[in-house]
């Protein structure tokens, strides 16, 4: 479930998404709730592409996990994010985050390198529609064209930890360097 506001990037989508769905055989599933400017802008995109979005506005508990099994890909464009929930569920279902580079979600998303094929997720850095778009099908492509380094991915994904017990450990560390200063 996502929050539908400014913070969350639904600008950028809104300004990226109708040439992206144009071309290419990608859908989109959202639900949340949130500000009716963007859920009216939404519902437009959703009648110009409606074999491609499908909205779910409001909350109902059992849709969400449904949702994240069911994707190859989570979408988190936010603006900025403290901490980002999303992103960490997504990781454990499989489902690989297309995230920008800010807060919780630079934490917890490392933007895959083909070079190194290191990485769990696909990331863009300036809050910009154009790099969102570019990003979508960087995975898209990986997804249509690599399926070896795309399953790499998904397990790389689900072996994620962002447990409690690890951001303890860091905070201990970090608590030793300092004391040792």
Same mark, same amino acid.
């Given at each position: ?69 069911? &994707? %190859?890909?989570? $979408?988190?464009? @936010? ?5 980002? =929930?999303?992103?960490? +569920? ?69 072996? &994620? %930890?962002?447990? $409690?017990?690890? @951001? ?5 560390? =970090?608590?030793?360097? +300092?004391?040792?200063?």
């Amino acid at each position: 479930v996502t929050r539908i506001v400014e913070q969350k990037g639904f600008d950028l989508v809104l300004h990226s998404f109708d040439k992206l769905l144009e071309n290419n055989n990608i859908q989109f599933v959202l639900l949340g709730a949130g500000d009716e400017k963007y859920i009216d802008e939404l519902r437009k995109l959703e009648e110009r592409h409606p074999n491609k979005i499908k909205l779910n506005i409001g909350y109902d508990a059992a849709v969400p996990n449904h949702i994240y099994a069911g &994707s %190859d890909v989570f $979408l988190m464009p @936010s603006r900025f994010e403290p901490c980002g =929930l999303g992103q960490m +569920i997504a990781l454990r279902y499989g489902t690989l985050p297309v995230v920008r580079d800010t807060g919780g979600l630079a934490d917890t998303v490392f933007k895959f390198d083909s070079l190194t094929k290191k990485g769990n997720g696909f990331k863009f850095f300036n809050y910009d529609s154009n790099e969102l778009k570019k990003t979508l099908l960087e995975a898209y492509d990986i997804y249509n064209g690599d399926k070896e380094i795309w399953n790499l991915l998904v397990k790389r994904a689900m072996k &994620s %930890d962002n447990s $409690l017990k690890r @951001s303890a450990m860091r905070y201990t560390e =970090l608590y030793r360097v +300092i004391t040792e200063s």
